[in-house]
């Protein structure tokens, strides 16, 4: 389904942010990419969704959906492809919606975007996925303003939305860093849940171990721009082969001799 083959990516004039990496994902998996920040997880998956920040570019290599290089799209087909087929979740969903619009106005305007719909027709789906994310009075929170949302309700917005069209691909940035633990649990919960539901295939990308492991089907630990550590969850939590995967590891907290991400 996805296909990303040795890949190199490069700011401006500066030495390459990504080189060398590979991978290969199927419908419905789920693959984790873990590593500190500036390691060049983030940059993977702009890659991906062609929105590579500033004079960033892919150098060398391809990445292919469906069997269709993304490389050479043009402005209207990358268009008809975001937020249908491939949709994103960033650290902060709350910080993409605009504060001086009602969510309600903001969802309509996304929904009618990429399909033609009545405004009524919109309102009804953008509720009905808000009642997905299991928030509470979907038609009040239409008519609120971001500021009068909690930081976890608005990420569950910006989830509603980015599933809005059954995407075949979700790549989420980070989504749960922000959030209080609780609300992390049930975010990725419910990430999980659109993966059993609608078969969507999620790259998720997060400094945080446990969350990884959790929901990985792989696991792709990065360090300073290239991949150290790749393979299924069992793998790569039972036999790294890097050092830095198996300090990784080690920064897991215990509690009474049992590791959070057993």
Known sequence: ??????????????????EHF?????????????????????????????????AGRVTSGDILF???SLLNNSRDEWRKLRGT?????????????NPIRKIGSQYVEYICTHRKMSKDEAWKLGVTMLE????????NIMK?????????????????????????????????SALDVTTQAQ????????????GTSIIIVTHNLGVAAYMADQLIVMKNGKVVDQGTRDEVMSHPTNDYTKKLLEAVPEMEGRRFVS
């Open 22 to 54: 590979n991978l290969s994902m199927k419908k419905g998996e789920i693959i984790s990419v873990v590593g500190e920040s500036g390691s060049g997880k983030t940059t993977v998956i702009r890659a991906v969704l062609g929105a590579l920040a500033g």
């Open 144 to 176: 609120s303003y971001p500021h009068q949302l909690s930081g976890g309700m608005r990420q569950r917005v910006g989830i509603a939305m980015a599933m809005t069209f059954s995407p075949e691909l979700l790549l989420a940035d980070e989504p749960t």
């Open 85 to 97: 087929k491939m949709s994103m979740i960033f650290q902060d969903c709350g910080g993409t919606l």
């Open 66 to 68: 469906q069997g269709k």
């Open 132 to 139: 997905k994310m299991r928030l509470p009075d979907a038609e």
């Open 1 to 18: 389904m996805l296909e990303i083959k040795d890949l190199a990516v490069q700011y401006g004039k500066q030495a390459p942010t990504i």
């Open 187 to 198: 975010i990725v919960r419910q990430m999980m849940e659109l993966r059993d539901s609608f």
